[in-house]
Structures are given as structure tokens and as C-alpha cells.
């Protein structure tokens, strides 16, 4: 079982394209992040919505937390490519036990092409 | 150290050799996690450390995987009689506090584990 759905799962675009990346669920997450693998490395942490609603501006790069703190998206505008990689959203569940489970959905496979 | 450190950065072994992989937090980071990631897949969440009691543990995959963590710093994730679907990338992360401010980690780059 998926919890944590992401689409597209491959993206190849022009370079000056703008383009978005959903990540949706049924369940509701006390936050959702956003990060940015490269091949051989772990990921990097893009950004953290926790407010339903909530939008965070990181240079190009647009973060929006659903109003039910259920999906998320990510918009590129003007993307570059240096913006190729591997975007991966989490949500962060609190399980029964009280502890925290990070959920990641599959990755969105992003190639720019100059 | 700067960041999430793991070693190897690679390994091959034979199926039904034993592996060890290890992971260096961040310095004062109490929580530490372990990741699988397959090949076009996402990450798959195997274990959470506390200090070095493991609260959850409910995602290693079988009995065969197992892993530790002394002096709130170093943890080893061991797979024993590794099978071919063992292969994939490891993962291990940390965060300052329990369970990070929001969740936020920091994850290291990674054991590619192939069994052949």
C-alpha cells in the first residue's frame, strides 16, 4: 500500500518550462517535506509544510501543503538543469505508539534539458 | 562531522553471506533512521533509533535484518543469509530530536548492497 502518491513519476522538459509535482494521500500528515535526491547521494531536504493551506517560496521553487494536509505540490517555474533529480515528498505520520514515521511516496524523476 | 557519513559506499557479496553497514550521525543527533531504496522506488522505512533503544521496528522487512546503535552514535544494520532482493540502496539518516522538529532529517549517501 502506496500512502503517499507522486505524479508525474517521469518529467523530461525543456529548459524555461514550468512544471508541477503532486503528491497525494488519503491520510492526514502533521507535516509534509519536500526533498531533492541526486544519483549516488541521500536526499536533501527542500522545504517542510506543516499549516493547511501553507505556501513556501524557495527561489523558483513553489511549495503548496493541501488545506487538509492531505497532498502537496511542487511548482518550478523557469526550470533549469540544474533542477534534474530525483523529487521526493514525505509525509510525516504519528503512529499509535506516539512515535513518527516519515512516509515517502515514490519520487517524481526530473530531467531539464538545455 | 559535517554530515551523515555510511560505509561501504559499496558492497557485493554472494547470497547467504552475512553483511554489515554502518552509519556515522551527525554529532548530537539523537535520533537515527535506517532506509531501504530500491531501484525506481521510493524510500522504504526499515528502523528508528531513540538514543539506542529502537521504538519501532516494525519495518524490517524479515528476521533476517537487524540492527543496533551504541553510545548514541555509530549504528550497524546487519542482513544475514543475504538474498538477491536484499539488493538495493541503504539509507540512514538522523535527526537532532525525537523524531526531528517536523520530521526534518539528514541523510547520508548511502550503502549500494548488491547480492549476487
Known amino acids: 500500500t502506496q500512502l503517499l502518491e507522486q505524479s508525474p513519476q517521469f518529467l523530461s522538459i525543456q529548459e524555461g518550462e514550468n512544471l508541477t509535482v503532486y503528491c497525494n494521500s488519503s491520510?492526514?500528515?502533521?507535516?509534509l517535506q519536500w526533498y531533492r535526491q541526486e544519483p549516488g547521494e541521500g536526499p536533501v531536504l527542500l522545504v517542510t509544510?506543516?499549516?493547511?493551506?501553507e505556501v513556501k517560496k524557495l527561489k523558483r521553487l513553489t511549495f503548496q501543503f493541501g488545506d487538509a494536509r492531505k497532498d502537496s505540490s511542487l511548482h518550478i517555474t523557469a526550470a533549469q538543469p540544474g533542477d534534474t533529480g530525483l523529487y521526493l515528498c514525505?509525509?510525516?505520520?504519528?503512529?499509535?505508539?506516539?512515535?513518527?514515521?516519515?512516509?515517502f511516496g515514490k519520487g517524481t524523476k526530473l530531467t531539464v534539458n538545455p | 562531522g559535517a554530515g551523515v557519513s555510511q560505509s561501504p559506499s559499496n558492497k557485493v557479496t554472494e547470497k547467504g553471506k552475512d553483511v554489515e553497514l554502518r552509519c556515522d550521525p551527525i554529532?548530537?543527533?539523537?535520533?537515527l533512521y535506517w532506509y531501504r531504496q530500491r531501484l525506481g522506488q521510493g524510500l522504504e522505512f526499515l528502523i528508528y533509533?531513540?538514543?539506542?533503544?529502537?521504538?519501532?521496528k516494525s519495518g524490517l522487512p524479515s528476521d533476517r535484518f537487524s540492527a543496533e546503535r551504541t553510545g548514541e552514535s555509530v549504528s550497524t544494520l546487519t542482513i544475514q543469509r543475504t538474498q538477491q532482493e536484499d539488493s538495493a540502496v541503504y539509507l540512514c539518516?538522523?535527526?537532532?530530536?525525537?523524531?526531528?522538529?517536523?520530521?526534518?532529517?539528514?541523510f547520508g549517501p548511502g550503502t549500494r548492497l548488491t547480492v549476487t
Open positions: 539518516a538522523s535527526s537532532p530530536l525525537y523524531g526531528g522538529l517536523y520530521g526534518e532529517q539528514y
Open positions: 491520510s492526514v500528515f502533521s507535516s
Open positions: 509544510v506543516v499549516t493547511g493551506g
Open positions: 514525505a509525509g510525516l505520520l504519528i503512529t499509535q505508539g506516539g512515535s513518527e514515521k516519515l512516509v
Open positions: 554529532s548530537g543527533h539523537t535520533a
Open positions: 533509533f531513540q538514543g539506542n533503544s529502537a521504538p519501532d
